[in-house]
């Protein structure tokens, strides 16, 4: 059976990614949950009846199959102060030749993505946009 998101339920707590510390600050990957069929007696006859019989009935479950992937707010802000830097340091001349540096790009851009780094991801989605246009040309 495929997998899927719920949202009628909270994040599980689980171990931070870099610290492995419990928590669910930011999720970077939600949990992945699968539906299964269990057959559950809803009546049966009494234990000293002649006639044994019981009534099933089939039931649809849910349950975990892939644990949430999260980071605890202190290993969040270390990252972000790690792209930031990046940022800093090397985004002049990603902007001026980004087909250059399209392996970085690609990864610092999913790291923006999967961290919701929203200011940072806007930027990436510029370079990428430049990218795009100089491939295309």
Not at 21 to 34: I, P, W
Request: with cysteine; proline share 2%.
């Amino acid at each position: 059976m495929p997998l899927y998101e719920r949202d009628d339920v909270a994040t599980p707590y689980g171990k931070c990614k870099s610290c492995q510390k419990d928590t669910r600050s930011h999720v970077l990957e939600a949990a992945q949950y699968e539906e299964f069929i269990e057959e559950v007696v809803i009546e049966r006859s009494e234990e000293y009846a002649n006639k044994h019989w019981e009534e099933t009935e089939e039931i649809v479950k849910m349950r975990k199959a892939r644990e949430a992937v999260v980071v605890c707010h202190v290993c969040w802000l270390e990252r972000r102060r790690e792209i930031q830097k990046i940022f800093e340091r090397d985004y002049e001349k990603w902007n001026k030749n980004p087909t250059s540096y399209i392996g970085r790009i690609k990864v610092v851009g999913e790291i923006c993505y999967m961290y919701e780094f929203n200011q940072e991801l806007k930027k990436m989605q510029y370079l990428i946009r430049k990218l795009k246009e100089a491939v295309i040309q």
